[in-house]
């Protein structure tokens, strides 16, 4: 039975629910694949879980990644670095 | 099986017979024994509920609404004190929409300390968007408690239910309790529903931010939780027939001698006793005065009230205030009828009311009526109020 006024304060996990976070970013993570050894450090690290190893290799979803850092201070073989948007 | 036993006694059988999963309990005063009677069955393995002690109301709601929240039927007690300190908790568990069950003893709030009965800590707790009911008897104790958790675990309410009762004089009296059977309350009350669970396999979030409209949305959807919860009410009444020689649990609220009644006292809780008694010997004097006690403070039946317009007056007695205004009820009341309505506030921090101080309220009322001035609040309590002498600040130095 559906009760039309039913509703309830719960939510579920989903991307980007908080809206693209990608916006508020004024510097991107620009990963060096040649570098990479593939560690998931960052993967690991990331607050806002925007970094995904795909077959070995990192990738960061631009659309939620707020440009905080992290990944770069923790990559150990300094296999990302941060550049200014606007370059 | 029929039994004499306390408020607080009827409650643990009631708590025990809906097969109880965890109480959250904070044992220390305000308090009630129906803690106590709970670990003591637990101790001699009648239940195997888990007690969890914690260090505050304010926790023991926090359990409560936890254990709610992963699925298990669950109970709390608390008072007074205890109540204020629960009351973020409970606005916590009601805004959660998690059912669960929760006896308030009444009791005076400080300061200055008194532990004696007053039901302004119950009535404090009105906008929070629990279902509130409210005990007179220990039978009607352990038949609210019973009947709560399948009224809050209701898909057309699935909200919290607070059982209000008078500390002391309903909580510690003792009379004839009737106990269905645990087969029977087996087959009344059925396995616990609510919205959603926690589950490692299916990840929720509980209570996170939610942006102006989805909270505008939700408070709605609790108004109309309450709303729709009295005809829920009604039906669950019916129902608790089938267990109980009691049938007066078809309308929220309770009639008596209102059929042929010119005017009508009401008020709520334990001290309904005392007031039918006065009310059959004025009866005995030609005074043609009924009661409607009122068992549901949430949801508020309106068309059950709205029958008071038949009266030429009516009398509200509140055991709580609402300090500058008057009693909860009082205004609840003049709120729904378009008649005059006189309220008292009387009974606080304990005051004590036999039938003779009904019956001297009550005349008063009639000879206002009748003079068609009886509104507004009156405070009742044997003692003048003596004039305090001021001290200023360099005396008290």
Request: aromatic content about 8%.
């Amino acid at each position: 039975m559906q009760h039309e006024y039913q509703y309830f304060p719960i939510t579920v996990p989903g991307k980007g629910a908080g809206g693209q976070t990608g916006t508020w970013r004024f510097v991107r993570p620009v990963v060096n694949l040649n570098k990479c050894i593939g560690c998931r450090a960052c993967w690991m690290f990331c607050p806002e879980a925007t970094i995904h190893v795909i077959d070995g290799k990192v990738e960061v979803d631009y659309d939620y990644c707020k440009g905080c850092g992290i990944c770069a201070n923790v990559c150990p073989v300094k296999a990302i670095l941060m550049e200014g948007e606007d370059q | 099986m029929r039994k004499v036993m306390s408020a607080n006694e009827a409650v643990a059988n009631a708590v025990k017979l809906a097969r109880v999963g965890v109480v959250g309990i904070y044992p220390i005063t305000p308090q009630t024994t129906v803690i106590e009677k709970l670990a003591e069955m637990k101790a001699e393995g009648e239940i195997d509920a888990d007690i969890v002690r914690v260090e505050s109301e304010h926790a023991a709601m926090g359990v409560t609404l936890g254990a709610g929240a992963a699925g298990v039927r669950s109970f709390t007690a608390t008072g007074s004190q205890g109540l204020l300190y629960m009351h973020e908790m409970v606005w916590w568990a009601s805004g959660s929409r998690v059912p669960l069950v929760m006896m308030v003893g009444t009791r005076a709030v400080g300061a200055p300390w008194n532990i004696w009965n007053e039901n302004t800590d119950f009535m404090s707790e009105r906008d929070s968007g629990w279902i509130m009911a409210f005990a007179s008897n220990p039978q009607e104790a352990f038949d609210l408690v019973l009947q709560g958790f399948r009224i809050s675990e209701d898909e057309r309410v699935f909200l919290p239910m607070m059982v209000g009762m008078d500390g002391f004089i309903l909580t510690h009296m003792k009379t004839n309790v009737y106990l269905p059977s645990q087969e029977e309350v087996d087959a009344f009350l059925p396995p616990r529903r609510q919205p959603y669970v926690i589950d490692p396999e299916a990840p929720i979030g509980m209570g996170n931010i939610f942006p102006p409209v989805e909270y505008m949305k939700l408070r709605h959807s609790i108004h109309s939780a309450i709303q729709s919860a009295e005809s829920v009410i009604k039906e669950i009444g019916k129902d608790y027939e089938k267990i109980s020689p009691f049938n007066n649990y078809r309308t929220l609220n309770v009639k008596y001698r209102m059929e042929d009644a010119d005017y009508a006292l009401v008020l709520m809780g334990a001290w309904a006793g005392d007031a039918m008694e006065a009310i059959d010997e004025l009866r005995e004097k030609g005074i043609n005065i009924g009661m409607l006690r009122i068992r549901y403070l949430r949801p508020w039946a309106e068309s059950e009230i709205k029958e008071l317009e038949n009266v030429k007056g009516i009398l509200v007695m509140d055991r709580a205030t609402s300090l500058g205004r008057g009693g909860p009820l009082y205004l609840e009341v003049k709120a729904t009828v378009r008649n005059q309505v006189k309220g008292v506030v009387t009974g606080l921090g304990g005051v004590l009311l036999n039938k003779e101080d009904f019956k001297r309220i009550i005349l008063k009322f009639l000879k206002e009526a009748k003079e068609e001035r009886s509104d507004g609040v009156e405070w009742y309590y044997p003692a003048e109020v003596e004039k305090v002498e001021l001290r200023n600040p360099k005396d008290v130095e």
